[in-house]
């Protein structure tokens, strides 16, 4: 098969795009590389276009015709919360017009398979401490906002010409799958708590008065790994007849605390993680944990790496990075 993957070059998508690689699919990477690196993406073919773009249509349509694309995954877009609210009318141009473009391409070029990277951050702040598929959404940001409106456009899709759409909601994602592929960014638990040790400052802990078991808000964690294995259990899913869910979560069942992963940090690196509690962020549950059972009983796909294996990867990962944290002596 020759699967096309958008933002294949970034921390996901670059997972994904080994796993297939190593499978034996033939892989195209469309990119524009405003943050994924080509050289993650070494042996699949690289297309670098803005997929928000105007001529994208023109340019997707002809990529899937001539490499005979048979399925797309669908990474590319921005995805930092805060910068949606202070740029709500870009995120929308950037997420759902890219989407609109891919979609639009897809039918032209009659490719009719498609994995959809969606959040659980569509689930906002439920009642609900452990999330499934059934809940109603609730968004409570315009990049929240930009993610269901793919699903919405998938679906719409789905009955209209009978594109096969299924859309991946994630949890907190981490780790590393192989240390050239970390996570770049400083935006999640794991690299935000490395970035302070390396500049000589203590984690920030937001909020210990939570109703958990140590006071610190509790969420579920999935190595980017797994994530990408899921990825692939969803396109085999999109060849089968009976498909009778389009949304799945991806995450392991289990929450770990705030507090719990930074002592993982510790045990990793040996490093001293003691924290600052400071005041709670605004609009943080306490709780937010995956269902998984609709995963593990359509696709077959159950997370394998626990918190201390996430977070020791990611750990592998920052120390090769370009800015390793000098350990001391002895």
């Given at each position: ?6 933002g294949g070059a ?7 795009v ?7 699919d033939d ?10 690196r ?17 001529e994208?249509?023109?340019v ?7 490499r005979a ?8 877009g921005r ?6 609210v202070?740029?709500?009318a870009?995120y929308?141009?950037?997420?759902v017009g890219?989407f609109t ?5 897809m039918e032209?070029?009659?490719v ?6 969606s959040s659980?951050?569509?689930?906002g702040n ?16 315009p ?7 793919g ?7 789905s009955?209209?010409w009978?594109?096969?759409f299924v859309a ?7 780790g590393a799958?192989?240390?050239e ?9 794991v690299?935000?708590v ?6 000589g ?10 109703p ?5 808000c509790?969420r ?5 790994l797994d ?6 259990a969803?396109?085999?899913?999109l060849g ?5 869910f ?10 770990s605390s705030v507090r719990?992963?930074?002592?993982a940090?510790g045990?990793?690196?040996?490093l001293?993680?003691?924290a ?14 995956a ?7 359509v696709l ?5 790496y626990?918190?201390?294996e996430i977070?020791?990867s990611a750990?592998e990962a920052w ?5 390793p944290?000098?350990l001391p002596?002895g």
């Amino acid at each position: 098969m020759t699967i096309l993957v958008t933002g294949g070059a970034g921390y996901i998508g670059a997972h994904v795009v080994r796993l297939l690689q190593e499978r034996g699919d033939d892989v195209v990477v469309v990119d524009d590389l405003s943050t994924g690196r080509a050289e993650r993406v070494e042996g699949a073919t690289l297309v670098e276009v803005d997929v928000s773009a105007p001529e994208a249509v023109e340019v997707l349509e002809r990529v899937m015709r001539e490499r005979a694309v048979t399925a797309v995954v669908h990474f590319a877009g921005r995805k930092q919360v805060g910068e949606s609210v202070e740029r709500p009318a870009w995120y929308y141009q950037q997420n759902v017009g890219g989407f609109t473009n891919l979609v639009t391409a897809m039918e032209s070029a009659g490719v009719d398979r498609l994995v959809f990277s969606s959040s659980a951050t569509l689930y906002g702040n439920q009642a609900s401490a452990i999330l499934d598929e059934k809940l109603h959404t609730e968004t409570l940001n315009p990049y929240g906002e930009t993610k269901l409106a793919g699903e919405w456009l998938g679906r719409a899709a789905s009955r209209a010409w009978g594109l096969r759409f299924v859309a991946l909601r994630y949890f907190n994602v981490a780790g590393a799958g192989w240390p050239e592929l970390g996570d770049p960014a400083i935006l999640n638990l794991v690299p935000m708590v490395l970035d302070r040790l390396e500049r000589g400052e203590r984690p920030k802990i937001f909020g210990d008065d939570y109703p958990t078991a140590d006071g610190t808000c509790v969420r579920d964690y999935v190595h980017v790994l797994d994530l990408a294995h899921a990825h692939l259990a969803a396109l085999d899913h999109l060849g089968e007849d009976d498909r009778p869910f389009d949304v799945f979560n991806v995450g392991t069942g289990t929450g770990s605390s705030v507090r719990e992963v930074i002592e993982a940090v510790g045990r990793a690196s040996g490093l001293d993680v003691t924290a600052d509690v400071v005041e709670r962020r605004p609009g943080d549950p306490a709780r937010l944990v995956a269902s998984v059972e609709r995963i593990e009983q359509v696709l077959g796909w159950r997370a394998s790496y626990a918190l201390d294996e996430i977070v020791a990867s990611a750990w592998e990962a920052w120390q090769q990075g370009p800015r390793p944290i000098d350990l001391p002596a002895g």
